[in-house]
């Protein structure tokens, strides 16, 4: 069985690659001149020997033209073939190597570990296209998480948790993120993220887009963290074209495509979240800590609750946590009958950073707020949970 091609006259490459791989991965590797990258992917495919091939590895040696050219070729011909190039990162690449279809960017100097895990990535994405194609009612297994970030209550930091998990996410997956703004009258992720889109969610939802996941990926816009963002229309009189049948057919189609969706919402229950919502397998509570907040969580529990929409996976975070504020986190755990997740401290840094458009996670700031969102984006890496133990829950405290 073969799972690896490996475009390459780079030897050291090739050993870092066999490392990578050698007993802790089932499959072989088969190495190829870099010549190969121009061969037609059906031929190229045959050279393994007839043995399937799951990822297409480019080493750094290869012309990187001719291997954005294969990743379109096999992303048409062959989509359940992963390709792989390794090249040093910058967002015109990442731009250039999303349309093209490339899977992952492996770093020249990954280690051995490193590339495991991407390898690993790469092969999960394979399978699970595979599986799909073989599948007509396309089952969930191989995609992608769908976060929603939501609050029933307004200026409680959705946007600002949103973003900077979205760019949390892109340092685990590089070129595997997507952030869209669903609060589509009001929304500001594309000042959070500094970008001037060319397109948005209304070109996304009409038109040639929502039937071809090739034109929507065009229309993405991706920030300087490799963060891919779809904004919100331009003016709020758009955002009432949508309808909610369009955004779950959105987000269902993204979430094919990459391994995080991120879900930035209006504050409430307005119909599109709950359209989002049928598709979201992780909802993170942002709750202040205020009576107000609190009491409106819990409502909205209640009638998510009866509606039986309530996302699998439950992650309660506490921005502008603070000792003096009145209520602790354990009154507020009590109430909501939740244990909380992440406290975010109020902090300077935060609307410095709205006012930016640079998130913190993307900025060399260190403070109490960034260890709070680090430790929420910890939850959605799958290896980092396994490691720390995901079922033991240690209390917040906050400062
Ligand atoms: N932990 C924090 N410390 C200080 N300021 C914060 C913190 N979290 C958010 N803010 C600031 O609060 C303001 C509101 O945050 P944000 O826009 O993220 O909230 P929101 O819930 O998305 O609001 P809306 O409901 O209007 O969409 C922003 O100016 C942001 O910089
Ligand atoms: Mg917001």
Known sequence: MSRFLVLTDD??????????????????????????VRLPPAELLTRSGGEPTDVVLVGPDVDREAALWLSTALDLQHPDVSVVITAVSDPDLVLRAMRAGVRDIADPKADPAQLRVLLER???????????????????RGRGRVISIMSPKGGV?????????????AKIAPMGVVIVDLDLQFGDVASALHLDPEHTITDAVFGAAAQDSMVLKAY???????????????TPADA???????????????????????LDTSPGLGEHLL???????????????????????NKALSVLGELQLIPQGRHVVLNFADRRSGLSIQDIESSIGFPVDAAIPWSRAVPLSTNKGVPLLA??????????????????????????????????VVS
């Open 240 to 262: 009432d074209l949508i309808g909610p049948g369009q955004i779950a057919a959105l987000v269902a189609q993204l979430a094919a495509e990459f391994r995080y969706v991120v």
């Open 275 to 297: 359209a989002a919502l049928e598709q979201t397998t992780d909802a993170v509570w942002v709750c202040g800590m205020d009576v107000p907040s609190v009491r409106g969580m």
């Open 11 to 36: 030897l050291g490459f090739e050993a870092t690659v066999r490392a990578a791989v050698g007993g802790a991965m089932v499959g072989s590797i088969h190495r190829l001149a870099g010549a190969a």
């Open 122 to 140: 790469s092969c999960l994405t394979a399978e699970g296209r595979r599986r799909q194609q073989g599948d007509p009612s396309r089952s969930d």
């Open 363 to 396: 900025d060399r700031v260190r403070d109490g707020a960034t260890r709070g969102l680090e430790k929420l984006v910890r939850r959605f890496d799958d290896d980092s949970s396994k490691a720390s133990g995901r079922g033991l829950h240690r209390r917040e």
């Open 220 to 234: 993405l816009s991706v920030d300087e963290s490799g963060v891919y963002a779809l904004c919100g229309p331009r």
């Open 157 to 169: 930091g959705k946007t600002t948790i949103a973003t900077n998990l979205a760019v949390g996410l």
